[in-house]
Nanobody
């Protein structure tokens, strides 16, 4: 079992930055792929970013590529999402996910059903 706790959300002006953190507990963190999804009010949940167990490979949604960076510190059992040049359309609840079912192929990581564990979410609001 894995428990995920997100933090770092808040209110920021457009063009600003935030760093989200996700602290994992309950099993060997370094054995799990990790990622982030988000859901804006009235919209479907969407993939944001994912990172392999070792951190050697990362994957991003086109909408955040070049602005967001996912990273992890296995010694601290924590995954991060650095969000720069934020836009009002980035406003959403952000969810940490862990333990991808299967390898990083066919964009499996972009589907919410492919992940076994979810955090409770942290809210990000970007004002224009």
């Amino acid at each position: 079992q894995v428990q995920l706790v997100e933090s770092g959300g808040g209110l920021v002006q457009a063009g600003g930055s935030l760093r989200l953190s996700c602290a994992a507990s309950g099993r060997t963190f370094s054995s799990a792929a990790m990622g982030w999804f988000r859901q804006a009010p009235g919209k479907e949940r969407e993939f944001v970013a994912a990172i392999t167990r070792s951190g050697s490979s990362t994957y991003y949604a086109d909408s955040v590529k070049g602005r967001f960076t996912i990273s992890r510190d296995n010694a601290k059992n924590t995954v991060y999402l650095q969000m720069d040049t934020l836009k009002p359309e980035d406003t959403a609840d952000y969810y940490c996910v862990a333990d991808l079912q299967g390898p990083f192929i066919n964009r499996r990581y972009s589907r919410g059903s492919s992940w076994n564990y979810w955090g409770q979410g942290t809210q990000v609001t970007v004002s224009s």
